[in-house]
């Protein structure tokens, strides 16, 4: 695929180690942005942070007392002057909880952490979660991506009963693909 022209601001926050090559994560959102005919220029920040981080804002925007692997913060773009390039937004991925999520589900960090940026980039985009049927179409897109991407990672479906679990309204199990966008 060529790539598009999207710019994609990598802050890495995390300490540790990293697992992932900054071209993949390059390339995972600028497939999603193509694949959902998002004008070239449009930029978005990925920071790769902790669990503490993520806990802090986790419980501060979502009111959920501890830590998820992604959160997304769409920007407002609204005010953004016509032919201007759109500001997205930010994805902040804890990478403790991708590794240790990657250890429990058997598959790599990296693909984990593709998994978490193509989600939170569908969070940007108003993609959601919230019932079956906005999960159904959300997966479809995601899976799509993460074939094209050559990603190993299967995400279950959130439960969906008579009565919403915290899980099913949040995103906020441990499937790799818990992010939201707040």
């Given amino acids: 695929m060529n790539k598009p022209p999207y710019q994609v601001n990598l802050v ?5 180690g990293l697992a992932v090559r900054v071209e993949r994560i390059e390339e995972a959102v600028s497939w999603v942005l193509a694949h ?39 920007a407002d773009r609204n005010g953004t002057p016509e032919g ?3 500001y ?25 952490v593709l998994l978490a940026v193509v989600h939170g980039t569908l969070h940007l985009l108003g993609y959601d979660h919230d019932t079956a049927d ?18 190993a990672v299967d995400v279950p479906r959130f439960s969906f009963d008579d009565t919403l679990s915290d899980e099913a309204t949040s995103g906020s199990d441990s499937d790799g693909g818990t992010g939201e966008c707040v």
């Fill in 36 to 74: 959902e005919g998002v004008a070239p220029g449009a930029e978005l920040s990925v920071v790769l942070s902790d669990d503490k981080t993520l806990h802090e804002l986790n419980l501060r925007y979502r009111g959920i007392d501890r830590p998820t692997d992604v959160l997304s913060f769409a």
């Fill in 12 to 16: 890495i926050q995390y300490e540790g």
């Fill in 84 to 86: 201007e390039p759109a």
């Fill in 134 to 151: 906005s999960q159904e179409v959300m997966w479809a897109v995601q899976a799509e991506a993460l074939a094209a991407l050559n990603v």
């Fill in 88 to 112: 997205l937004g930010d994805l902040i991925l804890s990478i403790p909880t991708i590794e240790r999520q990657a250890q429990d589900e058997q598959h790599t960090v990296e693909d984990g």
